[in-house]
C-alpha cells in the first residue's frame, strides 16, 4: 500500500520532472525575446517600447488589483465557451464528414474559403448580426475555430488506417468500438493540433472582439489604456493575454495530451517512460 | 464441414479476378492456397472472412468464430501487447481482468515473454509483432483461422519458428485453416492439402492432398516434395521470376 502509494508519487515527481525540464528550452528562447525587446526598447525609447522591467511591473500591479479577476473572468468566460462550442460542432461536424466521401469533397472546398476569412472579418460581421454584446465576441470565436476542429477532424478521420478497420470487423467490434478503438486514438492527434491552434486564437479573438465593441474584460482594458496613452498599461495587457493563452495551452492541452498520447514516445528513440 | 464457398466469383472494377471458385473446409483440415502474386488469393481470403461480399456465388460457414492473421501484424500502435492479443475478447465484451488473463496465457504460447506485455508494438520486432498477431487471433477461440501470407516478412529462421507455431496451435486447439502463401515448402509444411492457383486468371490450377501427417512430416520428406512438384508444369508459374512482386 505505502509502496505503491510511493510508486505513484514518484511517477508523478519523475512527470513533473520532465514537463519543467522541457519547459527549460521554451524559457531560453522566451529570455531571447526579452532581450530584443529591451533592445527595441533602448532604441525607440519608452512611448513606443516600454521597457520589458516596466511592463513586468505593470502587470504585477495589474494582476494583483482588486478588479482583475471580474475582468480577467469575463474575458476568460467568453474565449473558453468559444472554445468549447468551437471544438465541439467542428470536431463532431468533421469527423462525421471524414467518414462520407461525397460530403468531405463538398465541404472541403467551402471549409477552405471559411478558413480564408481573417477572424477581424468576423468580428465586424459578428457586431453587426448580433450587437455589442457577450454573444458577438463568443460568436467571433466560434466563428473562427469551427472550421479549423473541423478541417482537423475531417483529415483524422478520412486519413483513419484502414486496414487497422477491417482487422477490428474480423473480430466482430462493433462500429462504435471500431470508432472508439482504431479511429479515436488517431483522430486525436489531428484534434490536439487543431485544438491548440484554436484555444490560442480563442484569447486573441475575443480581445480583440472586445476592444473593438467596447465590451468589458481584457480588451476593454485595452482599449482604455489606449485611450490614456498609458503604454506600459497597453503592454502589459497584452503579456497577460499572452499569459492566459500560454496557461491554456501549457497547462490544460499539453499535460491531457501527453496523457493520452504516451504510446507515441514508443517509437522516439528514448522510449516511453514507465 | 466447417466453411465453403460455392461458386465463388469476384471482380475489381469490372475485371474479373477469378470465377468459379470451389472450396470446402473441413473440420480440423488446413488448407493452403497457393498462386503467384496478384492471383486473388487475398481476395479469396476477405471473402471467406466476409470482410468482402462475393459478386457471384455464395459463402457457407459452419462455425462459431473465425479469426485472421494478415500479411502485416496490424497492432494498435496505441495498444500494449497484452491489450493487443486481447483486442477480440475485448470486442466481444470479455472484462478486463479476464481477457488479460487468457491474452496473457496465449502471449506465452506464442513465445512472448511477460516483460513485453507492457511495450507498445514500436517497442517490438517485427518478429515479435507477427507472435502478437498470431496470439490475438488464438485468443478469441476460433474454430477456423485464415492466414494471409502470414509469414512472408520474417526472416527464414523465425519463419519456422513461427510455422512450428501454427502446426502445434492447429493440434491442440483443433481449428480448421485456410492458409495463404506462394511458398510451396511453406504449403507443404504445414498443411494437408493444397490448391494452386493460376497467376493469369486465377482459375485453380491443381488440387491435392499432401502425404503423411502435418507436423510429422521430416524435412527430407518436404524437400522431395517440393522438389519434384516444382518440376511439375502446373507449379512452373510460381517459380516464374517475372512473376514474382
Ligand atoms: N481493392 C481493390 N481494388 C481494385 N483491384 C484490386 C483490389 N484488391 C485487389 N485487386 C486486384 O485483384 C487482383 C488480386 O489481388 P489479391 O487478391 O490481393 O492477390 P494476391 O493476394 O494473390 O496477391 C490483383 O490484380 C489486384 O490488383
Ligand atoms: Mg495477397
Not at chain 1, 528562447?29 to 516600454?50: R, T
Not at chain 1, 450587437?131 to 478541417?151: D, E, K, Q
Not at chain 2, 476460433?142 to 494471409?148: I, K, N, R
Amino acid at each position: 500500500m505505502a509502496a505503491g502509494g510511493l510508486n505513484l508519487l514518484g511517477r508523478a515527481g519523475a512527470w513533473l520532472g520532465r514537463y519543467i525540464w522541457s519547459g527549460w528550452a521554451g524559457l531560453a528562447g522566451l529570455f531571447c525575446l526579452v532581450a530584443a525587446w529591451q533592445l527595441g526598447h533602448e532604441l525607440y525609447g519608452s512611448f513606443i517600447l516600454p521597457a520589458p522591467g516596466e511592463t513586468f511591473a505593470k502587470v504585477q500591479q495589474i494582476l494583483l488589483s482588486p478588479g482583475f479577476p471580474a475582468i480577467a473572468g469575463v474575458t476568460a468566460e467568453r474565449a473558453l465557451t468559444g472554445f468549447a462550442l468551437a471544438a465541439g460542432i467542428g470536431t463532431i461536424a468533421g469527423a462525421a464528414a471524414g467518414y462520407s466521401f461525397a460530403t468531405m469533397r463538398i465541404l472541403k472546398p467551402i471549409v477552405t474559403v471559411i478558413l480564408g476569412v481573417p477572424p477581424i472579418a468576423w468580428i465586424v460581421l459578428a457586431l453587426i448580426w448580433f450587437g455589442s454584446g457577450n454573444g458577438s465576441a463568443v460568436m467571433t470565436v466560434v466563428l473562427a475555430g469551427v472550421p479549423i476542429s473541423f478541417a482537423g477532424a475531417l483529415e483524422g478521420v478520412a486519413t483513419r488506417d484502414r486496414s487497422l478497420d477491417a482487422m477490428a470487423r474480423t473480430f466482430g467490434a462493433s462500429a462504435v468500438t471500431r470508432f472508439r478503438t482504431v479511429t479515436l486514438p488517431h483522430l486525436l492527434s489531428y484534434m490536439f493540433a487543431a485544438w491548440t491552434t484554436t484555444i490560442g486564437s480563442a484569447w486573441k479573438v475575443t480581445v480583440m472582439a472586445e476592444l473593438l465593441s467596447n465590451t468589458g474584460g481584457v480588451g476593454g482594458e485595452l482599449a482604455t489604456a489606449r485611450a490614456l496613452f498609458d503604454i506600459p498599461a497597453v503592454t502589459a495587457w497584452i503579456v497577460v493575454t499572452v499569459i492566459f493563452a500560454l496557461i491554456s495551452d501549457f497547462g490544460i492541452l499539453h499535460p491531457i495530451r501527453e496523457a493520452v498520447e504516451r504510446w507515441r514516445s514508443a517509437s522516439l528513440p528514448w522510449g516511453v517512460k514507465r | 464441414m466447417k466453411l465453403a464457398l460455392h461458386g465463388v466469383g469476384h471482380s475489381f472494377l469490372g475485371r474479373s479476378v477469378f470465377e468459379g471458385f470451389q472450396l470446402t473446409l473441413g473440420e480440423g483440415e488446413v488448407v493452403a492456397l497457393l498462386g503467384p502474386s496478384g492471383c486473388g488469393k487475398t481476395t479469396i481470403l476477405q471473402i471467406a472472412a466476409g470482410l468482402i461480399e462475393p459478386l457471384r456465388g455464395r459463402v457457407e460457414r459452419a462455425y462459431r468464430r473465425h479469426a485472421v492473421v494478415f500479411q502485416e501484424p496490424r497492432l494498435l500502435p496505441w495498444q500494449t501487447t497484452l491489450a493487443n492479443i486481447g483486442y477480440g475478447l475485448a470486442a466481444s465484451g470479455m472484462s478486463r481482468s479476464l481477457r488479460d488473463a487468457q491474452a496473457a496465457a496465449r502471449a506465452r504460447d506464442v513465445g512472448l515473454l511477460p516483460e513485453d506485455f507492457d511495450k507498445y508494438p514500436a517497442e517490438l520486432s517485427g518478429g515479435m509483432r507477427q507472435r502478437a498477431a498470431v496470439a490475438r487471433a488464438l485468443a478469441v477461440d476460433p474454430d477456423v483461422v485464415l492466414f494471409d501470407e502470414p509469414f512472408t516478412a520474417v526472416d527464414v529462421g523465425l519463419k519456422r519458428a513461427l510455422q512450428d507455431l501454427v502446426i502445434a496451435a492447429a493440434e491442440t486447439r483443433s481449428f480448421s485453416a485456410i492458409f495463404v502463401t506462394h511458398d510451396l515448402s511453406e504449403a507443404v509444411r504445414v498443411a494437408d492439402r493444397l490448391i494452386l492457383l493460376s497467376g493469369e486468371d486465377g482459375r485453380v490450377l491443381d488440387s491435392r492432398q499432401v502425404a503423411g501427417q502435418r507436423g510429422r512430416r521430416s524435412d527430407r520428406e518436404i524437400f522431395d516434395m517440393v522438389d519434384s512438384w516444382s518440376r511439375e508444369p502446373e507449379f512452373a508459374e510460381l517459380f516464374d521470376p517475372r512473376r514474382q512482386s
